[in-house]
């Protein structure tokens, strides 16, 4: 294979042609660095997360598609990723994870020890969840886990500590997370039950939207408790009732259980995360 070619097989496998996850992770990032900064995050702080953000996403992606890399291939929605299509071994896949976690890991050592813990555990926990999809019906809970451990990191980096306030954020961002992955899962549920992959999709089962609606309504929750603890105003406040506009959307998209709209209704979720950030972000400034 050429070099353009392999490193486009690269690229994709990392995702950075799907930059959705990243932009996911990121807005629950940057909302715990400006609660943490009460507005006004350290630069140096700032550019690490965002720079790891991309990095430790990209590590999720290969690390998954080396747990699914035999059952990619039966999905149609994966079947042409690049472990599943032979574009890339499995030895460039696994020599690219860990290069891409040197080189994140390099990034925490910048900061206080507490951070570096803290990334310790997240990098464990990265590597554990894809294999979660074979062991229990709920990987995405573990997943709302991985994708929340930004945010007591953000604290810890900016403060030194993580106060209560953290983990309300960690909630909302938990809740959330569980939301849309099962509304990601929808899109691959019959393909999932054939292959034998495990997710909340198929464990709620026809109470599927109603599951979801709850985790949305707890999610609202715990945001809004995460800016009361942070004695945030109005204009979050704004952001909060935009948050429910776009999960009333997400139902009425996910209503009939069909793959496009379903998929449609998770990609939605960048939007509502986008939202409550540059909320957060202005009622700091007014």
């Known amino acids: ?16 042609d799907r930059p959705i996850g990243t932009l996911l992770l990121l807005w629950p990032c940057l909302m715990a660095l400006l609660l943490a900064a009460k507005g006004m995050p350290d630069i140096k702080v ?15 992606c290969i690390i998954n598609d080396f747990a699914d890399r035999k059952l ?15 574009e890339v071994t499995v030895k460039e896949a696994l020599m690219l994870f ?14 206080n020890i507490l951070v570096v813990q803290l990334s310790v555990v997240g990098i464990i926990l990265t590597v554990i969840y894809p294999f979660m999809k074979r062991v229990t019906n709920m990987p995405q809970m573990f997943l709302g886990i991985v ?7 953000a604290y810890a980096a900016q403060l030194g500590s993580v106060p209560v306030e953290a983990w309300w954020l960690f909630a909302a961002n938990w809740c959330w997370t569980v939301a ?11 393909d999932d039950v054939k292959v034998g992959i495990k997710s909340t999709a198929i464990l709620f089962g026809r109470y599927d939207r109603q599951w979801i609606g709850l985790f949305q309504l707890a999610a609202l929750g715990c945001f809004i408790m995460a800016g009361l603890s942070a004695e945030r105003g109005l204009v979050y406040g704004l952001g909060i009732i935009t948050f ?29 995360g986008f939202v409550l950030f540059v909320a957060l972000s202005a009622d700091y400034l007014v």
């Open 1 to 16: 294979m050429r070099v353009k070619q392999k490193l486009h097989a690269y690229a994709r496998l990392m995702r950075i």
């Open 46 to 60: 700032l550019l690490i997360f965002v720079v790891g953000v991309v990095i430790m996403r990209a590590c999720g």
């Open 72 to 86: 990619d291939a039966h999905v149609e929605r994966t079947q042409n990723r690049p472990l599943a299509s032979g």
């Open 98 to 111: 860990v290069l891409l976690g040197l080189a994140a890991f390099s990034l925490v050592l910048l900061l």
């Open 147 to 153: 994708w929340s451990w930004s945010i007591p990191m």
């Open 180 to 190: 849309y992955d099962t509304m990601y899962a929808m899109v691959d549920r019959d």
């Open 244 to 272: 429910i506009g776009f999960s009333c959307y997400q139902q009425w998209l996910i209503f009939g259980r069909e793959r496009a709209p379903c998929f449609k209704a998770f990609l939605n979720n960048n939007w509502a």
